[in-house]
């Protein structure tokens, strides 16, 4: 999560960067003269599944930014950054888990991708979904959901393991990556993750 602090006075501005990247919770403090701050959130993303057949990798954080208005020096706010989930493997180590939340005040929020789905067989229908946001009171305000998690939809139960969906972000919601008629049962087939630009499908 970051902010970028702002409006000092009519025709002057501060630019003041203060980066949140590491999970808990933090206190930014208003700056002397500063009333208007730009910020924007990433929820964390979900943690992978591993089992013997499709499993999909943690979908992605939702983002939301916008401008926060009328603030007073001084005062505090407090912000969060959201932990990456979890995952775990198909020798049962580990316990896959969803991202957390991430947020600045109550202006912003943006949610954790949903864990993997391990064992989603041949032809799945569902999958990790991506993290929602949300803002409130703020101007300027955008909100974009992360990606999906991989999807099998080949017809049979080849192991297939997919990278986690990428977050939400101003170039809009990624696309989930769907893996498509998989050549051979006992072949096994890692795709990447969707990137923001990232192909939806593969062969």
Same mark, same amino acid.
């Given at each position: ?48 599944? @591993?089992? $013997?057949? #499709?499993? *999909? %990798? ?5 983002? /939301?930014? =916008?401008?926060?208005? +009328? !603030? ?57 979904? @991506?993290? $929602?946001? #949300?803002? *409130? %009171? ?5 909100? /974009?959901? =992360?990606?999906?998690? +991989? !999807? ?52």
């Amino acid at each position: 999560m970051a902010l970028l602090s702002g409006q000092l006075g009519a025709g002057r501005f501060r630019n003041e960067r203060r980066m949140f990247n590491f999970p808990g919770a933090y206190t930014f403090t208003i700056p002397a003269g500063v009333t208007q701050v730009f910020a924007f959130v990433i929820g964390g993303g979900g943690g992978g599944r @591993g089992s $013997t057949e #499709s499993n *999909s %990798g943690g979908a992605g954080g939702g983002y /939301a930014h =916008g401008v926060i208005s +009328g !603030l007073t020096p001084g005062n505090t706010i407090t912000c969060t950054v959201g932990q990456g989930g979890t995952a775990d493997n198909n020798m049962g180590l580990g316990t896959s888990s969803n991202g957390g939340t991430s947020s600045f005040g109550s202006y912003l929020t943006g949610n954790g991708g949903a864990k993997g789905v391990g064992n989603m067989g041949s032809t799945a229908s569902t999958t990790s979904s @991506g993290g $929602t946001a #949300s803002t *409130s %009171g703020v101007s300027e305000a955008f909100t /974009a959901t =992360g990606g999906d998690g +991989g !999807l099998q939809d080949g017809g049979d139960n080849s192991p297939c393991a997919f990278g986690g969906g990428a977050s939400g972000s101003p170039f809009g919601t990624p696309k989930s990556t769907t893996l498509h008629g998989s050549a051979h049962p006992n072949k096994s087939m890692v795709v990447g993750g969707s990137g923001w630009y990232g192909t939806q499908n593969h062969q």
